[in-house]
């Protein structure tokens, strides 16, 4: 199944019966999916806004009633839903934010990319906040983490973005759904209508600085509990390596082909990826630094994860970097002479 | 086990569907299977290429950076990819538009006439499941019971016409190759 489709549908699993968003390549396959396959399951909505604006602002409006919702876009359309998300972050709203990354800045092009990493993990809108962060590497990954992200976002009240790019979100591989975990949250926040019990307000502007200073520090609180309860990454072939290589997502993968040669080289590599973005596997990386001197940062951007590796490893370790940035996917074989070069340079 | 293999042409001869159908078939088989088509501004008439890889292990990378096996439609493709390919590997070309020949001489070509066979068949359209015959023959990585059921589940045609020529075209392209 192709990976577009896949969030679709494990969206659909998961419970999500509210879908807005706009087109823009390479994420169309998922509204496209939506559009098909939501009207099927009763209580689905689907609507193709006006504008990402509008979408972001529709699925604010989807989980303020309590549903769980969902918007899709890649790199410029991330961009103009940052209003949205602040707000919803503000709001303690949970929603499912997909993110296929296309070759920045500006429009870009629409090839695969992992430049929108910075916005990411840094909230991406205006004010003091986070959203978490999950980055599949593979088409199963899809489903699983797209099921997750709604169980994510209904945990902690909070955004949950799934950040891919267009190369997973293109291609196929053969993925089995998991059963959904049955819907856990405290619908205390849920706007009901009139009539139905005491009034609730949903709301972002609270002008008293004291009061929001207050709000700040709740919100920091719920992000310390989620930092230190939901990192995620894969360790592999770590126990003998040389090298280590941190690369996420498609990266990942380009990697991993390249580890599997570096032994016809004579150099064992293993590879650490993070899974969740933020909050970044930062213990596991330093963990692994106590054993391992040797880490080969490679990202499809000039180096923006390469921050947290370095904030994470705090010069217990050499860093090395390769970065194609701009929609470029190298081939493992391209990758794994860089490596060996780097490794041999350093000998 | 993990081989690669490339399929390339213009866009409109079924390039993709050609990577597709036989990425379900070593998915029926039991494979562990990628299938990567190129995206892009795509239009009828200009190049589409698409690399399925199929393997008894854990694929890492769907990129092939050197593949395999190279199924070529057209002559751009022949020049865009023959450097790629493995040492060893196979060429699989449709002769009856190609009439270059690649000028290594450490892989093995097979120069499969397809259009010329479909069209004997009634339907010149079909050239791209004659040349998964031949593929198929020689590569052994799905059985054609099990590819042409995969076909027709990706074409979702229930057209009993549609079927028919593809079988036949199928049978004709395997038969073309010597075992």
Redesign the interface.
């Known amino acids: 199944m192709q990976g577009n489709r896949i969030i679709g549908e494990a969206a659909i699993r998961a419970g999500c019966r509210f879908y807005a968003g706009y087109p823009i390549?390479?994420q169309n396959e998922i509204p496209e999916y939506m559009a098909e396959n939501l009207r099927k399951v009763e209580g689905g909505v689907f609507i193709q806004s006006e504008s990402e604006i509008a979408a972001i602002n529709m699925v604010a409006g989807a989980a303020s009633a309590g549903a769980r919702a969902m918007t899709s876009s890649s790199g410029p359309g991330i961009s103009l839903k940052q209003e949205g998300i602040s707000s919803m972050a503000a709001q303690e709203l949970p929603g499912v934010i997909v993110n296929m990354m296309r070759g920045g800045p500006g429009l870009g092009n629409?090839?695969p990319s992992q430049g929108d990493y910075f916005q990411a993990t840094r909230g991406g809108g205006h004010g003091d906040y986070r959203t978490i962060v999950l980055a599949p590497g593979t088409c199963q990954e899809l489903a699983d983490l797209t099921m997750d992200a709604f169980d994510l976002a209904d945990r902690y009240r909070i955004p949950v973005v799934l950040l891919a790019d267009?190369?997973i979100g293109?291609?196929?591989?053969?993925v089995v759904f998991k059963e959904p975990k049955p819907r856990q949250y405290s619908a205390d926040y849920v706007l009901k209508g009139a009539g139905t019990g005491k009034a609730k307000t949903i709301k972002g502007l609270i002008l008293d600085p004291l009061d929001m200073e207050e709000h700040n520090w709740k919100l920091d609180r719920k992000y310390r509990v989620i930092a230190a309860k939901e990192t995620r990454c894969e360790i592999f072939n770590t126990d003998e390596a040389d090298i280590v290589v941190v690369a996420y997502g498609t990266a990942a993968?380009?990697a991993?082909?390249?580890?599997?040669r570096l032994g016809d080289h004579g150099i064992k590599a293993g590879l650490f990826r993070p899974i969740s973005l933020w909050p970044f596997p930062t213990e596991e990386l330093r963990r692994l630094a106590g054993t391992r001197k040797e880490f080969f940062v490679f990202e499809m951007s000039t180096g923006q994860m390469l921050e947290d590796v370095r904030l994470a490893l705090q010069g217990y370790a050499d860093i090395a970097f390769h970065g194609r940035p701009g929609g470029v996917?190298p081939?493992?074989?391209?990758l794994a002479n860089v490596i060996v070069r780097q490794y041999r340079r350093d000998r | 086990m993990i081989v690669k293999t490339i399929f390339s042409g213009f866009g409109g001869q079924g390039v993709l569907m050609m990577g597709?159908s036989f990425?379900h078939g070593a998915?029926s088989e039991g494979y562990?299977?990628?299938?990567?088509?190129a995206?892009?501004?795509e239009v009828r008439g200009g190049t589409a290429n698409c690399t399925v890889a199929v393997g008894d292990e854990e694929i890492?990378?769907?990129?092939?950076?050197?593949p395999d096996y190279l199924v070529v439609l057209n002559t751009p493709s022949l020049y865009t990819f023959q450097n790629r390919i493995a040492g060893g590997g196979l060429l699989f070309l449709n002769s009856s538009i190609i009439s270059a020949r690649p000028s290594r001489q450490d892989m093995e070509v097979f120069a499969v006439p397809a259009s010329d066979i479909a069209e004997e068949l009634g339907n010149a359209r079909a050239f791209n499941t004659v040349m998964m015959g031949a593929f198929l023959k020689r590569t052994s990585l799905v059985k054609p019971e099990i590819y042409l059921k995969s076909l027709e589940t990706v074409m979702g045609s229930k057209k009993k016409a549609v079927v028919e020529i593809n079988r036949k075209a199928f049978s004709a392209g395997y038969d073309f190759l010597k075992a």
């Open positions: 390549t390479p629409i090839r267009g190369m293109q291609m196929m591989e053969p993968r380009v991993k082909g390249a580890i599997k996917v081939t493992p074989v391209e | 597709y990425a998915m562990e299977v990628t299938y990567l088509p995206y892009g501004a890492a990378s769907p990129i092939a950076s050197e």
